[in-house]
């Protein structure tokens, strides 16, 4: 029998699948992806679910703006104009591919990625010790995929892939991820993303007063305990606030580091809309509050 779920939790595979379907129309192919994934029928006629829901957005709600905001390059220049400078991280350098990289202008330590995905990102501690042959077949690879075929997620559709270089930033203790999710403007709940150095991460969620939520999504909770509410958290909600108004659903993605905030990324549709919140009123609650 065919393990579809391990299947589909393959990226290298998701890839695969997803560029052999992509003549599939959008419809049709997020309900079949949705069912291989969950094992449960998507009903984007009647969605009630927050998954549901969020693949109702793809087909429905298109903004061409948001392709902007997905893009990790032009998304610089709109969170200047909603929240002014020294909201990103500093920018080191733009490019079309791996050979017009200048690494003799760059720092010893900085940090690599595309702008058109979410999977590229390499930490360089030291440019000396770079492969460049295997992080130019890693980036050549990266740019020739099309991140809209694995979920139809539009705004990424026509993102102009490109590499881009920032600053290497460090915190004592290392840096978290607090990611909003926000509903017309309105930040509701989020979670904090921990030891993904180790490469077992971790997904804690809380609501708007810092109280932990027993939802489980994607990762495993850590052990509580180890997660303190951040300095600048009523800020955070305020950046999130702004970052989000006039969006039925999207997630804005923050990190503080020594006292202040920086913008990560907008993501519209969280995990791709394939992953059901468990427990499962969660899937009830959070999709009553995106208005279709």
């Known amino acids: 029998m065919i393990d579809y779920k391990k299947i589909v939790r393959s990226r290298e595979w998701r890839i695969k699948i997803s560029n052999f379907l992509s003549f599939v129309p959008d419809k049709p192919y997020l309900k079949m992806v949705y069912y291989m994934k969950t094992g449960e029928h998507l009903n984007l006629d009647n969605p009630t679910g927050f998954n549901e829901k969020q693949n109702w957005l793809k087909l429905n709600d298109i903004h061409p703006e948001y392709t902007r905001l997905v ?6 220049y709109a969170i200047s104009e ?23 202008s760059l720092p010893d330590q900085f940090v690599l990625k595309c702008t058109h995905d979410s999977q590229s ?40 892939p490109r590499i881009i270089a920032e600053e290497l930033m460090k915190a004592d203790g290392g840096i978290n991820d607090y990611k909003f999710f926000c509903f017309d403007g309105k930040p509701v709940i989020m979670f904090v993303a921990t030891e ?97």
């Not at 893009?71 to 610089?76: A, C, H, L, P, T």
């Not at 990102?121 to 991140?147: A, C, M, Q, T, W």
């Open 71 to 76: 893009d990790k390059y032009e998304v610089r």
């Open 82 to 104: 909603i929240l002014g400078e020294g909201y990103m991280f500093p920018l080191l350098g733009v490019w079309n591919n791996y050979d017009e990289i200048d690494f003799s």
């Open 121 to 160: 990102v390499r930490i360089v501690e030291d440019k000396n010790l770079i492969n460049h042959k295997e992080f130019r077949k890693f980036y050549s690879g990266r740019l020739k995929i099309n991140p809209f075929n694995m979920g139809r997620e539009y705004p990424y559709k026509d993102v102009k």
């Open 196 to 292: 993904r150095a180790s490469g077992d991460t971790k997904f804690d969620f809380f609501d708007m007063d810092f109280n932990h939520l027993d939802i489980v999504n994607i990762h495993p909770q850590s052990d509580k305990g180890n997660i303190q509410k951040p300095k600048c958290f009523e800020k955070m909600k305020s950046i999130a606030a702004k970052c989000s108004k006039g969006m039925k659903f999207v997630r804005i993605d923050l990190y503080e580091i020594d006292g202040r905030v920086y913008f990560g990324e907008y993501t519209f549709f969280h995990g791709g809309a394939f992953w059901p919140m468990r427990p499962e009123h969660w899937e009830k609650d959070l999709g009553d509050l995106i208005i279709l």
